[in-house]
């Protein structure tokens, strides 16, 4: 089957008709249904699938042994995640589950068989955008959160993960490190859509990751008294809704002046009436640097803003860190091996640093591993807008069979 047919029958799953963006969140049907399309495509090729107590997803060829006397060999892992952002965009996580499986029928096309294990991973709530902890699924199974946490987690709705999870037919009980499995894989190497424009500006269909930017997210709540809004003097009042709209102001300043990148992207606002002044706004903040210094000042200047705006404003002021992810210099070997295959194949592939976590980050502290960019024309993601254009998926599929033929095949 083509990349473009597996592509295709992925295509409609968990998109939103009036927005044309994703809304595939865990253990939701649209997640159910994704989950589905895993199975049918790995049955489709004859891997043996299954999910994790974690609820990722695992897809694998197994190796012909050569050497019967040479016991087993450690697994060669490739893979994504298939969930969103709200109206997020097509290719942020299935580009690179859909050019695992193309990848595969390349190799079976062109004759190649693996030596070792070869999986296909999706990683479970990567985007974090259901309940709030990114690469959750990946965390979970590398021992990186505690699981009773994780059961905890809460969506808007006030959902936990735990029910959620028993909700959709699994046991949250058995959230939880595996450590077996995760030392089971000799190299993990993941393909993902660029979420920049560097690619585009080097004129290059695809790189290679060489570090990720730490990054976190902090829970800013300003809380105030709610008022009515046609008698309350200006003067009088204690708008915790001014603290906030200043405060995210002061994170792009900040950032500015650290060389980092500032965004709250999310607002909770209470009681969220028009003709009232609220009595409490939540806001998230999500901060990224070059390194970790630099993460450390940007946040605590916003949060020392945040203070001096709240008392201007009469109002309450706190925080909460809800997750922090320390720089990942991805395994310089593979690294280096990864563009020596390209190039070999032909493939001309850059080095680049990213600013977005990813699954391939939490792994790497315990599993070699790497990622290949492919090149999105805009840069635009988590965005129903956001692109690689097909030569590019092609390129993708060819670049990662070359990769796993080095890693598996020989
Ligand atoms: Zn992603």
Redesign the pocket.
Known sequence: MSFAALWESLLPLGRDAGTGGYRRFSWTPADAECRQWFFTTAAERALSAGADRNGNLWAWWDAAWTDPGAGPAKAVVTG??LDSVPDGGAY??PLGVVTAFAAIDLLRKSGKAPVRPLGVAAFCE??GARFGVACLGSRLLAGAIEPARARALTDSGGVTFAEAMTAAGHDPAALGPEPGLVAGIGVYVEL?IEQGRALADLHAAIGVAERIWPHGRWRLTFTGRADHAGTTRLGDRRDPMLAAAATILAARGAAARHGALATVGKLTVDPGAVNAISSSVTAWLDARAPDEARLHAVVEDVLAQARTVAVAHGVDCGHAQESVTPAVDFDAALRDRMVATLAAAGIRAPVLPTG?G?DAGVLAPQVPAGMLFVRNPTGVSHSPAEHAEPADCAAGVTALAAVLEDLACR
């Open positions: 994504s995640h942020d996580g990567e985007e993902h977005a990813h």
